[in-house]
């Protein structure tokens, strides 16, 4: 009799869920972005949300809930209900950086979420000033070589990929080179450009304008696909070979949420990455637009950015309490 009963209820749980999927969104949906107003993250969720909006028929509300390294805002997900109601837009540095930069960590990347797409990705540019003695990758490990302790390069923090990136070609290279820190990229441009720092990876808002007006050099990008965002930069995996970085940009559900849900959420994620004005924004913002990709292409990206950003960070020796 027991089998039988919660068979029964094991099958009308199944209808609930099927049932709810149909009928889903019936109510607004909450949009998390774990950066604050203003932020490319917010102004890509708030692009993702509007259009998201019409497409169900549904309001979309953004929730700006920065800190932690992104973490408060992810965990707030990460504890809602499976859904489809809460929805986080997540970053490489949400899903791959602070877990492994945090010792007590708020999340689990992989267990606490259910990927929906990932949208873009951002490919940052090394960037040199002017006066300093190289105009390549090569140039710059062999100028580094020759003057160990010499330069500096600049990052928008501790963890953040701009450190991380260069962190990894100073233990390839062996390279001694001072990492300073700034609050933001606005805060590390004017010393790159006076020259009290040499080097700096940065994303494209700040960097191509830069490079257009010969402020700054750009010796290479992160990626080890050509950028679209600007002719003749070549990546710098040409002089590195394996290196390869973005950071990347999707959507994400609590664990748990049901599979036509978030079936439902990807194909118009997957539609809106399809329009040439959608694409034409991520590029507008600095990115490089990700081709349409399923739940279960994102999940694997997820997965394997993880391992290589935890490595990153040991290379880096960054760590949070």
């Known amino acids: 009799m027991r089998k039988v009963l919660g068979a029964a209820a094991l099958l009308l749980c199944a209808f609930a869920l099927s049932a709810n999927a149909q009928t889903y969104p019936s109510k607004p949906i909450r949009l998390v972005v774990p950066y604050p107003p203003g932020a490319l993250t917010d102004l890509l969720g708030r692009a993702i949300g509007e259009r998201l909006a019409t497409a169900l028929k549904q309001p979309v509300i953004i929730d700006n809930r920065p800190g932690a390294g992104t973490l408060v805002g992810a965990e707030a997900v990460a504890k809602s209900p499976a859904d489809g109601y809460t929805l986080l837009m997540a970053t490489s540095t949400t899903l791959g950086i602070s877990p492994a930069l945090y010792r007590k960590s708020l999340i689990d990347p992989v267990k606490d979420f259910a990927p929906v797409a990932q949208v873009g990705a951002v490919n940052f540019f090394l960037i040199a000033n002017p006066a300093f003695p190289a105009k390549n990758v090569n140039e710059m490990i062999s100028a580094i070589k020759a003057n160990p302790g010499k330069f500096n390069y600049a990052s928008v923090g501790n963890g953040s990929p701009h450190q991380l990136f260069m962190e990894v070609l100073k233990k390839e290279f062996g390279l001694d080179i001072l990492h300073i820190p700034y609050k933001g990229t606005l805060a590390a441009f004017p010393d790159l450009l006076t020259g009290k720092v040499q080097l700096m990876f940065s994303d494209a808002t ?34 590195v070979p394996g290196f390869d970085w973005q950071a990347w940009q999707g959507v994400v559900a609590p664990a748990g949420t049901p599979p036509a849900i978030l079936a439902k959420l990807s194909a118009e994620l997957q539609h809106m990455q399809g329009t040439p004005e959608f694409r034409a924004l991520l590029v507008k913002f600095g990115m490089d637009p990700s081709p349409p990709n399923t739940p279960e292409q994102f999940a694997a990206i997820v997965k394997s950015d993880l391992e290589r950003w935890a490595k990153a960070v040991a290379a880096s020796g960054a760590r949070v309490d």
């Open 206 to 239: 700040a960097a191509v304008p830069n490079i257009q007006s010969g402020r700054v050099v750009a010796l290479g990008t992160s990626s080890a696909k050509p950028t679209t965002l600007l002719a003749g930069v070549p990546p710098i995996a040409d002089s």
